[in-house]
């Protein structure tokens, strides 16, 4: 992926300038990470994934719960003025409440309420939001059978463990999800864990005091079965009859949450028990004489809470695919990690093997072709630098209308094998081919002028032209300014994309682009894939491609090495990434007919192409995805799962940056900033190829960017002191 | 390790790189020894770090909004305590190139005075509520801590339970009110011991760096017996101790020493250390959830990574940026009455109590505006102005001791015509 390239050619003046950045940039790309996130939490609390918590409070003293409540009745009004001092209410004699928690289960309760109905009996359902919002026609059977239903919070946790706001929440989200299944609100609640009033303790008594200025009567239990423990029929029936006959009760018992079949078995018999006994059975409403807990909501409330839950069966639908896209895009990923480290280790097998050779040594001389716009701060290191090299070259500086005093400075510098053209600017390809024109040697080494070469540089580069196929090299661009943070990630990004993509693309014979800061071509080569033309931005992947049609080799030499500065702050990264993965993009579709043609063109178009697009634009742009997913499972669901995968990814990626770097002969202290760079990287690249697919889509043309440089690259190169 | 290196420190490079901002002239106090021609030249005395002024401002902020709403979540945000005591570790260290005896009682000079004109009111404030040698039944013990409002070498003391003026404040007021004296306490033992600090910087500067750290793990691991006096000094010093050294490290360029990629790398780790170590401690009260200030050893990971990054960020602004402009005046208010404020905003928070609870008796109030008497904005709101009046009540005495004119309110004038000209 790593090009070294510098644009710093103006667009010609026959085409208009048009502001090609759309004006919102960030807002699109983050827009659509926050909606992805919004949807994966609804989904996630539908799932009860988000905020799961099976946490149970152990109890502590009770010196704050009040009396009255603790030998109270089951049900406690703590509204309003009863807030500080609360309200118990018993069920009355000969009375008793049928109470289902944790509902509804699309499993059980349908088997629940057949029997209820046959036995005419209304009950209270305790449901949790997250079953609402997943058996929506539960609850309208519910409410239809005319049961009682109460509020169990969304997500089923210990409320004890979280705060007044958590519990507002959970409140508020299983009414909004009540309003949208059935158009009701219910004022009765019970919290998760609970049991009997004497239970309550100093943690658990805030709850209710709070569902209680919130406006909610809670309600506690007097018979436990104990059904979710599968004890037995007889178990739960005994456990379900009243402690003295004709005491009034609130019975506990579940339809959800596991095997329910013995509650389904022991409900008629309690039914029947309990009726011989002379009870009637009412739902709490009707047992402590407020009548119903359940009201109509219309209005904006009603219509909030369609909108809620048309979000979320929309997120619930709509997940499956989105994770079942990101599996392959996450296969994809790690199928490359593996091919890369495997072509990348057949490939350097293959060149360092003991005796290679591309062939006879290649000693013939070669053109140096320099396209310079405004450089004067780095031309004259890198002339300086070509001065030194070891192989016999002519260098071609074409000033294509600088308007600082780059010409100027070579014309000073007086060394004798450099040849300044002077030209009207009319762009970077058109320099390169004016330069090709001027060239003397068959042999053509194209260089930015803000590059630095090793003396062995041009001799390695060209060594592969004794391979009469070869038509153009690949040469290792490397970062000088890698100090700096963004100069680091690039340092990472640079090594990684030459040591295993390129080394990749060289063994699978696709390589997609010859770097602008260093590539040889054959002029013949260069002729006749019709040399450089400015139909992109990427003029240096559009000849590549054009290369590979025309049947020609292209390969990479490891060992030419060009030292060349990186870009220094995010905006001119942006403004270099842009261009790039807009280029591409334009390179692709001018291709795109290799797909269909024969021999090595159609070789290029069916294995080359679908790679690019593969990995430099679709994975891109999905990447962010995985992020995001960090982000949901950090915050929402289990962080430390979720960290243990992402820090197993990274350390994956940093097997192979390691690796990348062990072939490149660098030392491995950047790899200490790999997961900054990984994260900031995804994002960047995912809001860059956004743009430029709005971009392209709009048809929009972008402007050419000079780098703001410091000429800091190469003073030590060119004095010689290079080390690597 | 590659060409570039050494251009980044060469101070040679007169172009933009981020490298440049190693050009700050007091960071090379060691280069200017070895050259005794340049000494002489800093002359003029460097304006002042406009950055380090808006960390301190935000620090003392932070503090003053965290006590009145105790969100746990804001102690993550922004490290204040961390952040100040490396401004201050920063400062000493530029100091220390003076005797260090001199810097020392300089430092006493100034930190001391406000604290007794603090105790000068607090302290017969709660004798007259029932607080005095027999609170304790340890007359003697009384009276020999008391010596720690002369001299904060553990926490001046209080009366924790106290008479209530009449049932106008909790029993715990003086409680509250004694809240910030423990940075008094760890502030002077960390500038006793700066110039054996420095020394042991400059010799192994990255061990010395970590010790403080190691500390707190070994202090806070259980093993220990953290109760007393000595050791609640001690625990506070190895909590904050790696923050106040990253400060002299800034102050020494040992930052800048190391390439720039290497702090924005590593820091972010730490943070996450930290969090995982805040997140796998036990939890006082649930409800509340994790307190990253009730666990030593995570306040300890959390600060050094949050100030590491801040200091690596360090801007060094001469100048105000332009957004910051308008902020001017209070951020220097705040600066030169820091201690000030620090010392008296818990005192305004407690008095707020019983100005907010007459009101509810109010039926206007009572019947129109419980939301407001409820709010916990409100004691934030009162607040502001009865710190302004500690300011001016109580603020003269920094100037005093600092040895400058005693200014009432030190708000910086606009010069005239400066916002026709913005504009």
């Known amino acids: ?724 | 390790m590659s060409t570039s290196e050494r251009a980044a420190h060469g101070v040679q490079d007169p172009s933009e790189t981020l490298a440049l901002r190693i050009l700050v002239p007091s960071v090379f106090t060691e280069q200017r020894d070895t050259e005794p021609e340049e000494a002489p030249a800093p002359a003029r005395r460097p304006g002042r770090d406009r950055y380090l002024d808006l960390l301190r401002a935000l620090a003392l902020v932070r503090v003053v909004i965290y006590h009145n709403f105790s969100w746990t979540w804001l102690p993550i945000v922004f490290p204040s305590m961390g952040v100040m005591f490396a401004l201050a570790g920063s400062l000493m260290a530029r100091s220390l190139n003076r005797p260090a005896l001199n810097v020392i009682r300089g430092r006493l000079r100034r930190l001391l005075p406000p604290m007794w004109l603090f105790g000068a009111v607090v302290v017969p404030l709660m004798i007259l509520q029932g607080w005095g040698p027999h609170y304790n039944h340890h007359p003697h013990w009384w009276w020999a801590e008391m010596a720690f409002w002369v001299l904060p070498l553990s926490e001046p003391p209080f009366g924790a339970s106290l008479h209530t003026f009449g049932g106008h404040l909790p029993a715990s007021w003086a409680e509250q009110i004694s809240v910030p004296l423990w940075y008094l306490r760890a502030y002077l033992w960390y500038v006793l011991l700066s110039p054996l600090l420095l020394k042991a910087m400059r010799k192994l500067p990255w061990v010395t760096l970590l010790v403080p750290l190691a500390l707190a793990f070994f202090i806070n691991s259980g093993l220990v017996d953290q109760s007393g006096r000595l050791m609640e000094a001690a625990t506070d010093f190895t909590t904050f101790g790696s923050c106040w050294l990253l400060g002299m490290a800034h102050q020494e360029g040992l930052l800048r020493k190391i390439p720039q990629y290497i702090v924005p790398s590593v820091a972010p780790l730490i943070l996450m250390f930290g969090m995982w170590w805040l997140l796998r401690s036990p939890v006082d009260n649930p409800r509340i959830g994790h307190d990253l200030e009730a666990i030593p050893v995570a306040q300890a990971i959390w600060s050094f990574g949050a100030v590491l990054l801040l200091l690596h960020l360090s801007p060094s602004w001469e100048q105000w940026p332009k957004p910051l402009e308008r902020f001017n005046g209070v951020i220097s208010l705040l600066n030169s009455r820091a201690v000030t404020v620090y010392l008296w905003h818990s005192f305004a928070l407690v008095l707020t109590e019983p100005l907010i609870d007459p009101l509810w008796s109010n039926t206007f109030f009572y019947d129109h505006a419980q939301w407001l008497l409820s709010s916990q904005w409100t004691p934030l709101l009162l607040a502001a102005p009865l710190i302004c009046t500690a300011i001016i009540l109580f603020g003269w005495i920094e100037d005093v001791a600092a040895k400058r004119r005693p200014r009432l309110f030190p708000y910086p004038r606009r010069p005239k015509g400066r916002r026709r000209s913005r504009e």
């Open chain 1, 1 to 724: 992926m790593s090009r070294s390239r510098r644009h710093r050619s103006r667009q010609s003046l026959a085409r208009p300038r048009r502001l090609a950045a759309p004006p919102l940039r960030f807002f699109l790309p983050l827009t659509l990470l926050a909606t992805l996130l919004a949807l994966m939490v609804l989904r996630g609390m539908a799932n009860n994934e988000v905020f799961h918590d099976e946490r149970i409070a152990v109890s502590v003293d009770k010196g704050t719960v009040p009396t009255s409540v603790l030998e109270g009745g089951p049900v406690v009004d703590a509204r309003g003025d009863k807030n500080s001092k609360p309200v118990s209410y018993t069920i009355p004699d000969k009375t008793v409440v049928l109470s289902f928690d944790d509902g509804p289960s699309p499993q059980w309760t349908p088997k629940i309420l057949k029997v209820l109905k046959e036995k005419n009996v209304h009950a209270d359902f305790f449901v949790t939001g997250s079953m609402v919002t997943r058996n929506p026609a539960l609850i309208r059977r519910i409410v239809a059978d005319g049961h009682e239903i109460g509020v169990h919070t969304f997500t089923h946790p210990d409320l004890a463990l979280h705060s007044g706001s958590r519990l507002t929440w959970e409140l508020g989200e299983t009414q909004l999800a009540l309003a949208g299944v059935a158009g009701i609100h219910s004022a009765l609640f019970r919290p998760p864990y609970s049991s009997t009033t004497d239970a309550l303790d100093d943690w658990s008594w805030p709850v209710t005091q709070q569902a209680g200025s919130e406006g909610y009567l809670t309600a506690f239990i007097n018979k436990d079965t104990d059904d979710w423990k599968r004890p037995g029929v007889d178990s739960i029936v005994k456990a379900a009859m009243p402690d003295l006959p004709g005491q009034g009760e609130m019975v506990l018992l579940h339809d959800a949450g596991g095997n329910r079949s013995q509650t389904l078995a022991a409900l008629p018999v309690i039914i029947d028990k309990l009726r011989a006994q002379g009870y009637t059975f009412r739902t709490t409403g009707e047992a402590i004489g407020s009548g119903s807990a359940n009201t109509k909501v219309s209005g904006y409330s009603l219509w909030l809470g369609t909108a809620f839950l048309w979000c979320t069966t929309f997120s619930v639908r709509l997940m499956p695919w989105l994770i079942g896209v990101l599996a392959v895009v996450g296969a994809l990923v790690m199928a490359r990690f593996a091919l890369m480290l495997v072509l990348s280790t057949i490939h350097v097998r293959r060149v360092r093997k003991k005796g290679f050779s591309w062939g006879a040594p290649v000693t013939e001389p070669v053109t140096v072709v320099v396209p310079a716009y405004n450089e004067q701060e780095c031309i004259t290191n890198t002339l300086l630098s070509l001065a030194r090299s070891d192989h016999p070259i002519e260098v071609i500086v074409v000033d294509d209308g600088s308007s600082d005093d780059t010409a100027a400075i070579v014309e000073e510098l007086g060394l004798p094998m450099v040849r300044l053209i002077r030209q009207r600017n009319s762009g970077k390809p058109a320099a390169l081919n004016t330069g090709v024109a001027a060239a003397s040697h068959a042999l053509i080494v194209m260089m930015d002028g803000d590059t630095v070469f090793e003396p062995a540089t041009v001799r390695e580069l060209v060594q592969p032209f004794a391979d009469p196929r070869v038509g153009a090299v690949a040469g290792n661009a490397k970062v000088g300014n890698r100090d700096t943070l963004i100069g680091a990630w690039q340092h990472l990004e640079y090594v990684m994309g030459f040591n295993l993509d390129r080394r990749m693309y060289d063994v699978l014979d696709c390589m997609p682009t010859i770097p602008g800061a260093i590539g040889a071509f054959r002029r013949t080569a260069l002729q006749e894939a019709g040399g450089m033309s400015d139909d992109t931005l990427a003029e240096d992947t559009d000849v590549t491609m054009a290369l590979h049609r025309a049947g020609w080799k292209v390969v990479y030499a490891e060992d030419a090495r060009a030292w060349t500065e990186a870009p220094v702050s995010m905006k001119q990264l942006w403004s270099q990434r842009y261009r790039w993965s807009y280029g591409t993009m334009q390179a692709m579709w001018k291709h795109r007919h290799a797909l269909l043609e024969r021999g090595p063109a159609g070789h290029f178009g069916r294995v080359g192409l679908p790679f690019v697009a593969l990995f430099m634009v679709v994975t891109p742009l999905l990447a962010p995805a995985f992020d995001i997913g960090m982000v949901y499972g950090v915050v929402f669901v289990d962080a430390y799962k979720t960290l243990a995968a992402w820090f197993a990814v990274m350390a994956l990626q940093a097997v192979c940056a390691w690796w990348s770097f062990h072939l490149d002969r660098e030392k491995a202290w950047h790899l200490i900033t790999l997961p900054a760079q990984q994260v900031v990287y995804r994002v960047l690249m995912y809001m860059v190829l956004l743009q430029s697919a709005i971009t392209a889509m709009t048809g929009g043309r972008l402007r050419w960017q000079k780098l703001k440089r410091t000429g800091e690259v190469g003073l030590e190169v060119a004095t010689g002191e290079m080390t690597s």
